[in-house]
């Protein structure tokens, strides 16, 4: 594994997750949570995907620095993170696709879609990082 790469998948990771968390919560997610037009059931839904989109994200900013710090000799060499810096490389490949996915079922360019080249680029360097 290359540990600039995943460093470098970490750090796009942490910026995507503070800036999900401060600036999306205000400026995408709440104009809709809180519109008590919704019925509850999909507010709450809303919710949830957008509180576990946050986990997902710190996950994955774990995983990725736990193959930095593995890289760097912090841990003695463990396959099982190169299996976990895999997994998530794989996990962001699939987000990629599907936020592509929603983007051209609403009519929108994929790459004006930020999920989409976010998520393709933490793909693209956690692949690079785990496999060059």
Not at 31 to 59: C, E, G, Q, Y
Request: proline letters at 5%; one cysteine or more; glycine letters at 6%.
């Amino acid at each position: 594994m290359q540990f600039i790469y995943l460093g470098l998948a970490t750090a796009i990771t942490l910026f995507a997750l503070v800036t999900h968390i401060t600036i999306g919560t205000t400026q995408n997610a709440s104009p809709i949570l809180d519109d008590k037009t919704l019925p509850d059931d999909s507010r709450h839904t809303l919710t949830f995907s957008w509180k576990a989109n946050s986990v997902l994200m710190l996950l994955m900013t774990i995983a990725f620095g736990s193959g930095v710090l593995n890289e760097i000799g912090y841990f003695e060499q463990s396959n099982e993170i190169g299996v976990l810096v895999l997994y998530n490389a794989l996990l962001a490949s699939g987000l990629a696709i599907t936020a592509a996915f929603v983007a051209i079922r609403a009519d929108v360019n994929p790459i004006k879609f930020p999920p989409m080249p976010l998520f393709l680029c933490i793909a693209i360097l956690g692949l690079c990082g785990y496999f060059l």
